[in-house]
């Protein structure tokens, strides 16, 4: 069974920074890509991140470069992304993703989690 499960999500202040979780079981994480996204009420998705399971290489949307740092545990099956100073506009459910793939080249992401709320207020 393949699963994508997030965690970490939660309320924080503006400023302040917060740790997203993505557990995978059920695939070859080394084959993936496994990616973040968000999509915020109103608005378009936006993929905020992605990382490459097999090499570890990272990218990220060019607004979020400065403040978001994607990052995996190969042998745990686990990525994450770190989200500093957060902004009200940061304010998404933000979700997990894995593509088999390389990260510049995804365009298909076949698996996804159920998501998870980060609310940033002032």
């Known amino acids: 069974e393949v699963q994508l499960v997030e965690s970490g999500g939660g309320s924080v202040q503006a400023g302040g920074s917060l740790r997203l979780s993505c557990a995978a079981s059920?695939?070859?994480?080394?084959?993936?890509?496994i990616a973040w996204f968000r999509q915020a009420p109103g608005k378009e998705r936006e993929r905020v991140s992605c990382i490459n399971g097999y090499d570890g290489r990272t990218y990220y949307s060019d607004s979020l470069k400065d403040r978001f740092t994607i990052s995996s545990e190969n042998a745990k099956n686990m990525a994450y992304l770190l989200m500093n100073n957060l902004k009200s506009e940061d304010t998404a459910v933000y979700y997990c993703a894995a593509g088999y793939g390389d990260c510049p080249f995804q365009t298909k992401y076949d698996y996804w989690g159920r998501g998870t709320q980060v609310t940033v207020f002032s």
């Open positions: 059920g695939f070859t994480f080394n084959d993936y890509a």
